[in-house]
C-alpha cells in the first residue's frame, strides 16, 4: 500500500478525478499522506512575493516592486494569475475536506511540463503520483507532449494516470 501519494492539480476535471482516486486511496489506507501540488509558471511564482504591488522597469533591464499597494483589478495580469493560483488549490482543500481527507498542499514554482512535480515528488519520498490525463487537443498535445506522458517517463515512483 502507499505510504504518500502526491496529487498534480490544475483544477481540470481530469485533476478533479485524480483527487476522487486519493480520497478512494486514502479510504483504503488512513495512515497514507495526500500531498496536492499545482505547479504555477516561473514568472508567477516569483512576482506573487510582491503581488500586492505594481512592478516597475529598473535600469539595468529588470524589474522591481514599487511601495505603492493597488487594489485587486489594478493588479498586473501576471499577479492576478497568482491570485487564481492560490484559488485553484483551494478547490482541491475544499473538495478533500468535504471527503474527509487531510492533506497538504503545495504551490510549486516551475512549469508543470518540465521536472518540477517529480523532483518534488523524489525530495518528498512520495510513492505514488496522481495525475489526470491530459485535456489538450491533439494538435497541442503533438507539439507539446502531456504533462502526464511527461511524469510517467520521468518519474522513479508509481505513477497513476487518471481518465
Known sequence: MYNHILIGFDDSEDSMKALE???QF???NPNCKITVA????QQIYNMAYNYNYPVVPSIDGGIYPSQ?????NELPP????TILDSQILDHAKSFLRRQGVPAEFESLGGKPINDDLCDFASEQDVDLIIVGNSGKGALQKLLEGSVSEKVMKKAEMDVLIVK
Open 38 to 41: 499545482h505547479v504555477i509558471q
Open 21 to 23: 482516486r486519493a480520497a
Open 26 to 28: 486514502y479510504t483504503l
Open 68 to 72: 505603492i499597494p493597488l487594489s485587486e
Open 78 to 81: 501576471e499577479a492576478q494569475e
